[in-house]
């Protein structure tokens, strides 16, 4: 039995940054583990540790050597940044889709047959939003959080943007070509690093959708109310700046 899946051609590769997630990785695996299991399909999954203090990268390679599904466990020896260590689990991946998520799987991996089937109807980047009418919230952010990222959307107007509800859900599904066409060019490596490759993509032409998912806050987050607002606010305005053009 373990063999026959382990034959299974790999189509979907999941990446997962991770930066002191001792307490989610362990069951993040585990999930994604038996979720594949149930399909025809196989999938590896990219674990890119961020430099983490904790017991993240031995929680991981313990959950690997249970997992039917192959695991890789890439290590950033500093911290980086999620957009860093997005990029990197990305450029390494093998499948000929390619999600990225959180580690705390905040949306829950069902979410992502969903993605396939706008995937296999022409589409080439497929993007999780909570702010669409349908998305399902079971918990929600703190209020202060809910607010930054409503002023956070105004800014991203400038960029030409403003039809995307929520570019910061950390769950974004990729055809191998619009990985191969995105990431190799993408620089940020904080928070912001979602808006510049929903540029890149726009830049390039490749076909967006903006999917309501089931989302549930996790606590606490790991995102510094100032000092990354800070960081984001200036990697926009140097995308502001540089001010993309689409290709013709």
Not at 25 to 33: E, G, K
Not at 90 to 116: H, K, N, Q, Y
Not at 138 to 164: C, D, T, W
Not at 184 to 189: E, F, H, L, V
Request: aromatic share 8%.
């Amino acid at each position: 039995m373990e063999e026959a899946h382990r034959e299974k051609r790999i189509l979907i590769s999941i990446v997962i940054p991770a930066y002191n997630e001792e307490s989610h990785i362990a069951a993040t695996i585990r999930a994604i583990d038996e979720y594949a299991l149930l399909r025809p399909w196989w999938c590896e999954i990219i674990i890119v540790d961020d430099g983490s203090s904790d017991s993240t990268i031995a929680e991981a390679e313990r959950a690997a050597e249970k997992a039917m599904a192959p695991v890789r466990i890439l290590s950033n020896r500093v911290n980086r940044g999620k957009g860093y260590s997005v990029r990197r689990g990305m450029l390494a991946s093998s499948g000929d889709f390619v999600l990225f998520s959180d580690a705390d799987l905040s949306t829950p991996i069902l979410e992502l047959d969903r993605f396939l089937r706008r995937l296999r109807l022409g589409y080439d980047v497929v993007i999780g939003s909570r702010a669409l009418r349908n998305s399902m919230i079971e918990v929600h952010q703190p209020i202060y959080r809910e607010l930054m990222g409503k002023a956070f959307n105004l800014i991203l107007r400038s960029l030409g943007l403003s039809h995307f509800r929520d570019t910061q859900c950390g769950f974004k599904l990729f055809t191998r070509r619009a990985v191969d066409m995105i990431f190799p060019s993408a620089r940020i490596n904080r928070f912001a690093f979602d808006v510049e490759i929903l540029l890149i993509a726009q830049r390039l032409d490749l076909k967006i959708r903006e999917l309501p998912v089931h989302w549930r806050d996790a606590l606490p987050s790991k995102v510094s109310l100032f000092q990354d607002s800070l960081r984001m606010f200036f990697d926009v305005l140097k995308l502001r700046l540089s001010r993309p053009t689409r290709r013709t």
